[in-house]
């Protein structure tokens, strides 16, 4: 079975400022994806950054990075330069060689002016 | 492309009543995913499609809910007898399965109350 945890249902960061979700997951596979999605009030689910886990190096998309820590289970993401347009509801999700996704209970992020 | 197209976008009706929510997944994609959104739960999968065969519905909750995808290009969620309880926003997704690259694209949701 596949889980997604996500520890902080809120958070809050000043804009400029660099903010970090986390997220643990638990598989048996070996070869698995993970993903970070948005949902901003608008409420579509966008994805934001794509992690393959047979790489190493950690994936980055403009503002937005991941730490990827295999051996922990680990998958955080990093928003540096925090704007208004990135509150949101942020979602780590998993897929795995049955091509379910499986989703944590989300983060929901306010960037303050 | 249009991305995955769901309609209605919002349903209202009444307890024991049926409801059917549509999408139309990208042209192309050959898995299609439902899910169900809400404040307790989270996302929870419903069930998934792939090739247009259903794979997994273990998601489903009862079997007051059912789904089907006659073609590549269509899929239905139907609920009958609605409850208050199924209030949520329901996600059709739809992904291109190759390997285990399975970035999902997703509809706008509908958002279903059962008063």
């Known amino acids: 079975a596949q889980t997604v945890t996500q520890s902080q249902p809120e958070m809050s960061v000043q804009e400029a400022e660099t903010v970090t979700l986390s997220c643990t997951y638990d598989?048996?596979?070996?070869?698995?994806?993970l993903f970070w999605y948005k949902q901003p009030p608008s409420r579509q689910m966008i994805l934001v950054i794509r992690?393959?886990?047979?790489?190493?190096q950690n994936a980055t998309e403009n503002r937005f990075s991941v730490n990827f820590q295999k051996a922990a289970k680990s998958f955080s993401l990093k928003i540096s330069d925090s704007q208004l347009g990135d509150t949101a509801m942020y979602f780590c999700?998993?897929?795995?060689?049955?091509?379910?996704?499986?989703f944590g209970k989300g983060t929901l992020l306010t960037v303050n002016p | 492309d249009a991305g995955v197209i769901q309609s209605p976008r919002h349903e209202v009706t009444e307890m024991g009543q049926e409801v059917t929510l549509r999408c139309k997944p990208i042209?192309?994609?050959?898995?299609l995913f439902w899910y169900r959104q809400t404040m307790m739960r989270g996302l929870e999968l419903l069930i998934y499609?792939?090739?247009?065969?259903?794979?997994?519905d273990s998601g489903m909750p009862e079997d007051r809910f059912s789904a089907k995808m006659p073609n590549a290009s269509f899929s239905t969620l139907k609920i009958q007898p609605s409850e208050p309880r199924d209030s949520a926003v329901y996600f059709c997704?739809?992904?291109?399965?190759?390997?285990?690259?399975?970035?999902?694209?997703f509809g706008q949701g509908t958002r279903l109350t059962v008063v």
């Open positions: 499609f792939n090739n247009n065969v259903p794979i997994d």
């Open positions: 999700a998993l897929g795995g060689s049955n091509y379910k996704l499986t």
């Open positions: 042209s192309g994609h050959n898995s």
């Open positions: 598989t048996s596979e070996n070869n698995y994806y």
């Open positions: 992690q393959e886990a047979y790489k190493q």
């Open positions: 997704a739809s992904s291109l399965s190759g390997g285990r690259n399975t970035e999902a694209f």
